[in-house]
């Protein structure tokens, strides 16, 4: 019994040395940040929180940011693109779109270094949508109405209880029109596309990585492995160690981010202006 026990603690031993020993000499030196599924303001605070740690870590030397995502709110879209474009100024950092990066998302993978596709990638989808559910026939049918007292003739624009006029009309259409100017400029400095070019294309379609390509919205339709080589070339490393700080969550923010599927109801719902792929 004596040696049984004795051998456990030399097991146990063994496992923490092997541990120190790996962890010694295989300190990572890429981190790899995702971006999933519908940008809020919630995910986009997320990204940017690992956008500094990435930039404050000395031992991280690029990073692959990868993206599966139709876009979202316009405003969050370039936080991370902005975040992003700031790292990439220190760090390179490589977007890799896997499945989808359109409309916002493809918004913010503009902030890196280099952006790679896979040849069947959904990508592009460049341009600005401002949507909202309208019940005005519904509720003079019914008999429901809502009492507003507003300081001027749009200040209610959106208001589902009422037909939308004109001058909201007129509004709201100015104020896409600047959100996709400043979308395209972000787009154009990036890709070093200009603007002329870019505006025959950017109408809201969406492209195969492979066309994205020949359309210079993307760098190569290699995947993870050209991902990989661009890293090596441009940190001068030999060797990718990556680690996944996306993956590295506490218990609350676990939580937190089941609450954000809400959050994603909520910005589907509210009138505002999205850089989203529907």
């Known amino acids: 019994m004596k040696k049984f026990i004795i ?3 030399l097991a146990v031993i063994l496992v923490f040395a092997a541990n120190v020993i790996y962890f010694a000499f295989h300190v990572p030196n890429t981190a790899i940040i995702n971006l999933n599924g519908i940008i809020t ?3 986009a605070n997320q990204i940017i929180e690992d956008i500094k740690k990435a930039k404050s870590d000395t031992s991280i030397k690029a990073v692959l940011f990868k993206i599966d995502s139709p876009g979202g709110e316009a405003c969050s879209s370039q936080r991370i693109y902005l975040a992003l474009k700031e790292l990439s100024q220190k760090k ?4 890799l779109i896997k499945t989808v990066g359109a409309s916002g998302a493809y918004f913010s993978a503009c902030g890196a270094n280099k952006i790679v596709a896979y040849p069947t990638s959904i990508v592009g989808s460049i341009g600005v949508i401002f949507e909202t559910l309208n019940f005005s026939q519904l509720a003079k ?9 507003k300081t001027g003739p749009v200040k209610d624009v959106g208001n589902p209880f009422r037909k939308p006029t004109k001058k909201d009309k007129k509004m709201i259409k100015n104020l896409i029109e600047n959100i996709y100017e400043q979308f395209i400029s972000a787009v154009s400095k990036s890709r070093n596309i200009p603007i002329k070019n870019l505006k025959k294309i950017a109408d809201g379609s969406v492209f195969t990585g492979k066309q994205a390509l020949k359309l ?6 290699g995947g993870e492995k050209a991902a990989e080589k661009y890293i090596k070339e441009m940190a001068h ?18 939580i937190l981010n089941t609450i954000s599927y809400l959050e994603i109801l909520h910005i589907l719902a509210q009138p ?7």
């Open 7 to 9: 051998y456990i603690i």
């Open 92 to 95: 390179p950092v490589v977007a």
């Open 41 to 43: 303001e919630y995910k």
């Open 237 to 254: 490393i030999k060797k990718i160690t990556f680690e996944n700080i996306s993956e590295k969550k506490s218990l609350t923010s676990n």
């Open 272 to 278: 505002t202006a999205k850089a989203i792929y529907q």
């Open 216 to 221: 210079k919205l993307v760098d190569s339709v």
């Open 141 to 149: 049918r019914i008999g429901i109405s809502l009492f507003v007292v």
